[in-house]
């Protein structure tokens, strides 16, 4: 069946990532079943001897009786005898060009049906393990060596005891043969041949399933990766996570100072006395107050330090401070259903600032 491959590493256990199956395919590196391409080849193979055989015998017949008929007229020289053989040529070419394009066609599809087609110089880039005698010696007494070879013996029996069944009908026929025209021989021939290949397509349909089969899943283990390789695909991918934790932290940190140096010119921080504080900023001509701060827990605690540092009021609200630190982002106006408890808090605090003189915002 198809050829060896590779010996697995224990250590791979792991199922093939989609970047590690791209990647083999890109390389030329396929599923691929030999007995699947040798079946449609041969499918080509039977059509073309069980349709078209008649219809070309006779396209070819015509011209070349006609020339035969006419050999009379053919001039004896270099020239004439070129003439004559380009002729010749052009007319098998033209008869031959519908079953090349069939097995084209099959040879394609064969391919195309169990993967798509690419594009790939890697699999004829000349390695030394490709040409080492050594190599090639290694590879014909392994063990996948040796299996093949049973393969192929027990394919070749399998085959030829179909074809013997195929045609022992035919074989009773012989003695009357010699009595019939060529004409009719020709016919009996090609039925016989047609018979004798529907029965081996039969075989090979079975051995090329299973072939697939086995070629697919021998693939894919070849394709399977270990622990420390799917880690470091990810590294690779998706980025080293320490170092995308570090980067988060420092982000948080910037974020956090930011956030800090706003409190100072925060209207009033609104509090749940042990976790939630959020910093809020409010100007004549705003169409709502911003958050300008929020923190739970620490950070909490130190919005209210810097809070009173700077104689921000603080206003204690569980609700409104739990309800706004859920809904609002930082440097976001918040949202209608908040404006009448928003405006409690603010007109709160103003009317405290002018009973003080009018504290700056």
């Known amino acids: 069946?198809?050829?060896?491959?590779?010996?697995?590493?224990?250590?791979?256990?792991?199922?093939?990532?989609?970047?590690?199956?791209?990647?083999?395919?890109?390389?030329?590196?396929?599923?691929?079943?030999?007995?699947?391409?040798?079946?449609?080849?041969?499918?080509?193979a039977t059509?073309?001897?069980?349709?078209?055989?008649?219809?070309?015998?006779?396209?070819?017949?015509?011209?070349?009786?006609?020339?035969?008929?006419?050999?009379?007229?053919?001039?004896?020289?270099?020239?004439?005898?070129?003439d004559v053989y380009l002729h010749i040529g052009l007319i098998?070419?033209?008869?031959?060009?519908?079953?090349?394009?069939?097995?084209l066609v099959a040879g394609v599809g064969g391919?195309?049906?169990q993967h798509r087609l690419l594009w790939t110089m890697e699999p004829i880039i000349p390695k030394f393990s490709k040409v080492s005698p050594l190599a090639g010696l290694k590879r014909i007494f392994s063990a996948e060596g040796g299996m093949q070879g049973v393969k192929g013996v027990i394919k070749i029996v399998v085959v030829g005891v179909a074809m013997v069944m195929a045609l022992r009908p035919e074989m009773r026929r012989l003695d009357t043969m010699v009595q019939v025209e060529t004409v009719g021989l020709l016919a009996v021939i090609q039925s016989a041949a047609v018979k004798m290949m529907?029965?081996?397509?039969?075989?090979?349909?079975?051995?090329?399933?299973?072939?697939?089969?086995?070629?697919?899943?021998?693939?894919?283990?070849?394709?399977?990766?270990?622990?420390?390789?799917?880690?470091?695909?990810?590294?690779?991918?998706?980025?080293?996570?320490?170092?995308k934790a570090k980067i988060r932290q420092m982000r948080q940190a910037r974020a956090r100072r930011r956030m800090m140096a706003a409190v100072p010119k925060a209207t009033?921080?609104?509090?749940?006395?042990?976790?939630?504080?959020?910093?809020?900023r409010y100007e004549?001509?705003?169409?709502?107050?911003?958050?300008?701060?929020?923190?739970?827990?620490?950070?909490?605690?130190?919005?209210?330090?810097?809070?009173?540092?700077?104689?921000?009021?603080?206003?204690?609200?569980?609700?409104?401070?739990?309800?706004?630190?859920?809904?609002?982002?930082?440097?976001?106006?918040?949202?209608?259903?908040?404006?009448?408890?928003v405006a409690e808090v603010v007109g709160f605090v103003m009317r405290l600032d002018r009973r003080r003189g009018a504290r700056p915002l």
Not at 1 to 12: H, I, Y
Not at 15 to 42: C, M, N, W, Y
Not at 92 to 103: E, M, N, R, S, Y
Not at 220 to 240: C, D
Request: glycine share 6%; proline share 6%; aromatic share 6%.
């Open 1 to 44: 069946m198809a050829e060896g491959g590779d010996e697995d590493d224990d250590s791979k256990t792991e199922e093939p990532s989609q970047k590690k199956i791209d990647e083999a395919i890109k390389r030329g590196d396929v599923a691929k079943s030999q007995e699947l391409s040798t079946f449609f080849v041969l499918s080509g």
């Open 47 to 82: 059509i073309f001897v069980a349709f078209l055989t008649p219809g070309l015998t006779r396209d070819l017949a015509r011209p070349l009786a006609a020339l035969i008929e006419h050999a009379d007229e053919i001039v004896l020289d270099q020239r004439g005898l070129t």
């Open 92 to 103: 098998v070419a033209g008869v031959l060009a519908l079953p090349a394009l069939l097995f």
């Open 111 to 113: 391919s195309a049906i």
């Open 198 to 243: 529907f029965a081996v397509l039969i075989v090979m349909a079975f051995v090329a399933g299973l072939d697939y089969i086995f070629q697919r899943r021998r693939w894919m283990k070849r394709q399977r990766m270990s622990r420390e390789e799917l880690k470091e695909e990810f590294k690779q991918t998706e980025g080293n996570p320490e170092i």
């Open 268 to 280: 009033v921080v609104v509090t749940n006395p042990t976790h939630f504080a959020v910093a809020l």
């Open 284 to 341: 004549p001509g705003m169409r709502a107050p911003t958050v300008v701060a929020k923190g739970v827990d620490d950070l909490a605690l130190k919005i209210r330090e810097v809070a009173a540092q700077h104689d921000v009021p603080v206003v204690e609200n569980p609700p409104l401070a739990r309800a706004l630190h859920a809904t609002v982002d930082i440097d976001k106006e918040i949202p209608e259903e908040h404006y009448k408890a």
